[in-house]
């Protein structure tokens, strides 16, 4: 419903700068990247959108990061409405939180820190937007990219002043728009979860709660590791001949954005191979639970991760912290890998198929880009024909919504099995 509204907004004469109406399938295209935050576009969100269909996209940002449900508790709420049992169910499930306790609360902390982070991300690019852009753009700006960039949705406005699908590639050197606009983005894909744990313990790591440890220690590996490594890999590619400290301040945010915001500030086609390939993972990966971000999340990799090494190592189940892994997650944690790892592949076939012109490993990149919501492109987004731009808003709508949701949705049994079936090994690998 939020997809079919945003649609029908885009379509109107009022939402293109030219005062002409869009297509159905580029306003869906738009929509449905917009709702899912993910960043992918069909035309360019400054010169094609007008300021009412830029509102819009941005609308469809900040209500397709921070959930529906989220929002209608907030609606709720204004009107003062009781919030039943069941509604609180539904939010528990919408957040990935575990428990129903202070769930109206919790509902509060999410837009009071989200309106005071998108406000102080804002006010710090609007010190540079300003200057470069006037006031009314320059504000207008700031606050477009500060939602963009928490939400982890990747859209820009930077077409009138830098060329269409430019992203950041005009501040690539400038520290203070790559640096919050990082910050914005890793601050987003954390989650509210680790809000809430933080703000009750404060700088004591040993206090959180296992969701928490492992959500900053994934996040600190995968951000500094991915910097390390785009720094070696880039260093002969988008990298070559810059100064060191710009060559840092690239590899920083080719390992930041990909999870999942889809900003850029050197051409992701420029990319050597290894950079596309390592890039594909994070995208692949995402951000954390009850985040705004994509993906199969830090928390699968990590279960599935401990579960390898407690199986080579001949322990009795994966454990983190002295706290052992629920069967729970698990199962949760295969599945998820699993529906996700079906659903890219199946589209990248597709997607072949249909455009056998265009090279496999763009074909691949736009793919893994759709399914974790990043919105990162090699430039082939805009010449995809029909049939491929419904595979990827399929895959943006799949990736955001939640694959194992919607299998779920479709083949959920209410009841338990009464019996269960007698074990019998079978030989793997």
């Keep these: 419903m939020l997809i079919l509204g945003g649609t029908f907004l885009l ?92 769930t109206i609360k919790f509902d509060a902390l999410i837009l009071k820190s989200t309106l005071a982070i998108e406000g102080v991300g804002a006010l710090l690019l609007a010190l540079r937007f300003v200057p470069d852009m006037g006031l009314g753009y320059g504000l207008w700006a700031a606050v477009f990219h500060s939602v963009s960039a928490f939400c982890n949705a990747g859209f820009d406005i930077m077409g009138t002043v830098s060329g269409p699908y430019s992203s950041l590639c005009a501040y690539a050197d400038d520290p203070l728009v790559i640096l919050t606009i990082g910050a914005l983005i890793v601050i987003g894909g954390l989650g509210f979860i680790v809000y809430d744990d933080i703000r009750r313990h404060g700088l004591h790591f040993s206090r959180y709660n296992l969701h928490t440890k492992i959500v900053l220690i994934m996040t600190l590996v995968l951000i500094g590791g991915g910097t390390a490594a785009f720094m070696i890999m880039e260093y002969g590619f988008t990298n070559a001949g810059l100064p060191v400290g710009q060559q840092l301040l690239n590899s920083l945010f080719d390992s930041i954005t990909p999870r999942t915001a889809g900003f850029n500030s050197v051409d992701t086609a420029s990319l050597s191979n290894a950079g596309k390939f390592f890039t594909m993972l994070l995208m692949f990966i995402g951000g954390s639970p009850g985040s705004t971000a994509g993906g199969i999340k830090t928390t699968t990799v990590a279960v599935l991760f401990a579960y390898v090494i407690a199986s080579l190592r001949g322990l009795r189940g994966p454990h ?53 919501t990043v919105g990162l492109t090699t430039g082939i987004t805009r010449s995809l024909d029909l049939a491929s731009r419904l595979v990827i808003i399929a895959l943006m709508y799949l990736g955001r919504v939640g694959s194992t949701s919607f299998a779920t949705a479709l083949l959920e049994r209410r009841a338990l099995p009464p019996v269960t079936y007698p074990d019998e090994d079978i030989i793997i690998g």
């Design 11 to 102: 379509m109107l004469p009022l939402s293109s700068s030219a005062n002409q109406p869009t297509d159905f399938v580029t306003a869906l295209f738009t929509a449905t990247s917009a709702g899912c935050v993910t960043g992918l576009v069909v035309k360019d969100t400054a010169t094609y959108w007008s300021v009412f269909g830029q509102a819009v996209i941005l609308i469809l940002i900040q209500i397709g990061g921070l959930g529906f449900m989220t929002i209608s508790f907030v609606f709720f709420r204004l009107m003062r409405s009781r919030i039943s049992l069941h509604e609180k169910e539904m939010l528990v499930d919408s957040l990935n939180i575990t428990s129903l306790g202070g």
């Design 320 to 372: 983190a912290y002295s706290r052992s892994f629920t069967n729970g997650s698990l199962h949760k944690a295969v599945t998820v890998a699993f529906f996700n790892v079906t659903l890219v592949l199946t589209g990248i076939v597709i997607i072949s198929i249909d455009e056998p012109l265009i090279s496999l490993t763009d074909i691949c990149f736009e793919a893994f880009s759709a399914i974790g």
